[in-house]
């Protein structure tokens, strides 16, 4: 397992964190027994990154991970999780709430990071005056340390690290094979500003594992097969060909402290913690795929 720093924060990270929405059930069922021995095999095998949000699940996903790692696995995590949700208002009131409830669910005194969760829902000022002061509170508090973004919305990301309030942010689908648009302005400008980047979705919420998402619209799943075939010089097997490369694309960037796995099962667990041992695309392979794909968003960038 490899290791880096989460940014200014100081933390020490594996760059393979495990990703909540599947202990949560949310893409097929998942038993809690099964979700705990996931947790503890991604911990002994090195992952000390996990995140997840209260609407992974409806709350299951977070009570899942709590009861996991009650005891000394608490201190053996970095913990992120994030504040409100879908239909939810982003309030100032709401989000000491929500993060409260987190915390319940978790069954731990802090969260290490605690992230505004797709901030495209609500308007710039109502982040900025009512969810990140709520926040700000918080962490005065001692509930958590340190404060975090999500969106797939990169203008929008790059308007909140020139805000600098924030210690992380987190996209999905804007670093993978098929769509590196966050590669050109977003990783720099978070670089420079001493910024955590977590990259999570790295197979295109299902698409580079050839299993894509039943919703994604057919126009995306289409241009992305079109895509995907321009890489079969990456396949290494068949079935499932991509994963590996897909994997080994976002660990090795050096700008992204934190790939996150979705793993479904104790296999795929196993099998994506393999691949992080250092080893990226060869420099050819990864020219390659840069200049095919150069500027050429897959997902609509609004």
């Known amino acids: 397992m490899e290791y880096t720093t989460l940014g200014r924060t100081g933390l020490r990270v594996s760059k393979l964190g495990l990703g909540g929405a599947p202990l949560g059930g949310v893409f097929g069922p998942a038993d809690v027994q099964s979700v705990e021995k996931m947790i503890h095999e991604a911990i002994d095998g090195g992952i000390n990154f996990i995140d997840t949000a209260p609407s992974y699940g409806r709350g299951e996903s977070e009570r899942r991970i709590g009861l996991a790692l009650s005891g000394v696995r608490r201190k053996q995590v970095v913990l992120a999780s994030k504040a409100v949700g879908p239909g939810e208002s982003f309030d100032y009131a709401t989000t000491i709430r929500s993060v409260e409830a987190s915390l319940e669910r978790l069954r731990t005194d802090w969260i290490d990071l605690l ?152 296999e795929v667990l196993r099998a994506n913690m393999a691949i992080c041992d250092g080893r990226g695309l060869a420099a050819e392979e990864l020219n390659r795929v840069y200049a095919l794909f150069q500027g050429k968003s897959l997902f609509p960038v609004e």
Do not use: C, W
Request: net charge neutral; glycine share 6%; charged share 20%.
């Open 115 to 266: 992230q505004i969760h797709d901030a495209e829902q609500v308007p710039y000022e109502t982040i900025v005056n009512e969810t990140l002061p709520a926040l700000e509170k918080l962490r005065k508090d001692g509930k958590i340390r340190y404060i975090g973004i999500t969106t797939r919305i990169l203008p929008l990301l790059m308007r909140f690290v020139r805000l600098n309030r924030f210690d992380s942010i987190q996209f999905y689908t804007r670093y993978m094979l098929i769509d590196h648009t966050a590669k050109d302005e977003l990783i720099p400008l978070a670089a420079e500003a001493g910024i955590g980047v977590i990259n999570g979705s790295v197979l295109g919420l299902g698409l580079l594992a050839d299993t894509p998402a039943s919703f994604l619209r057919p126009g995306i799943v289409e241009e992305a097969a079109q895509r995907m075939e321009q890489l079969q010089f990456l396949r290494k097997t068949e079935p499932h060909g991509l994963v590996e490369p897909a994997m080994r694309f976002s660990l090795s960037q050096q700008a992204i402290h934190v790939t996150l796995t979705g793993a479904t099962s104790s």
